[in-house]
Nanobody, 125 residues
């Protein structure tokens, strides 16, 4: 299982940013999760996507501003891509964003099998 994120960079408050997570794995019961960890804070989950069911779930802080979508263009090559669209970013959103692949439901992951290296998002004026 391979997980790779991309798209992190520095932005100004109020701007939008998309992060991409591509997973190489069996798609059965595939759960894709986005997490973030700010300096000095614990890692928190941003949201999750169940690839086959198309279900999504978001943390309370992400609802309304963050959206996870599927990019099925490489599915024939067994590559599954989840895009995290973040709007109206604020300094509090500054963190390292990491993607993980696992199994379970969007509200209760049974396990996270593999993690990416993460991509840094910095929001500052």
């Amino acid at each position: 299982v391979q997980v790779e994120e991309s798209g992190g960079r520095s932005v100004r408050p109020g701007e939008s940013l998309s992060l991409t997570c591509t997973v190489s794995r069996d798609r059965r019961n595939l759960l894709l999760g986005w997490f973030r960890q700010a300096p000095g804070k614990e890692r928190e989950q941003v949201g999750a996507l169940h690839w086959s069911l198309g279900e999504r779930h978001y943390a309370d802080f992400a609802k309304g501003s963050f959206t996870i979508s599927k990019d099925s263009s490489k599915e024939s090559a067994r590559l599954y891509t989840a895009i995290l669209q973040m709007n109206d970013l604020q300094p509090a959103d500054t963190a390292k964003y990491t993607c993980a692949a696992g199994k379970g439901t969007v509200t209760r992951a049974l396990r996270w099998d593999a993690w990416g290296q993460g991509t840094q998002v910095t929001v500052s004026a």
